[in-house]
């Protein structure tokens, strides 16, 4: 979601760029020929086609309500896009501290990807949950799966969360995940 308010983003300041420098263009032009024709924008036809509408017009309730979609889409866009951190216990009270999924999901990895007979490990964390694919060897034990969870609880519990969030392993054998 943040890649789409960057895209929206870059597209509205592009598009603002666009008018200003047309818009500069124009009054430049209009500023040198006061009679002449203006030069890329046809800027007189539509401010007299605009001075012979009433607000009761379709065009002018089409443009009103493409300006209000326009206007909630990127307010969805922009409230969705939040940094999704996980919050820290408080050390002190005028201190807050936070840490990202992505470290969790990080150190929790690292850490599985050390153990015997794990192949390869696949970590996503956020607030809630902790969610854990592994893939082990073909001959690996059966106890694995519990030890390996055991030791991600244990791993998730050091860590100074306000809130411990669900741990879940999905258990495999043999082949990478992707």
Known sequence: MRLLVRLLATLVGLGAAVAGVLLVVEVSRSWLRPGGAP??????????????????????????????????????????ARRRVLPLADLRPEVSVTTSGRSVARLV????????????????????????RVVGADGMPDELRTRLLGLTRRLVADL???????????????????
């Open 39 to 80: 030069l890329i924008v046809p800027w007189r036809a539509w401010l007299e086609h605009g001075s012979r509408l009433g607000w009761a017009d379709r065009e002018v309730l089409a443009g009103s309500l493409l300006t209000i979609a326009s206007g909630l889409l990127l307010c969805t866009a922009a409230s969705a």
């Open 109 to 132: 990895d690292r850490r599985l990807r050390a153990e015997e007979d794990v192949v390869d490990v696949a970590v996503r964390a956020d607030r809630r949950r902790v969610r854990v």
């Open 160 to 178: 100074p969360l306000r809130e411990q969030p669900r741990i879940s392993l999905d258990m495999r054998r043999g082949r990478t995940i992707r």
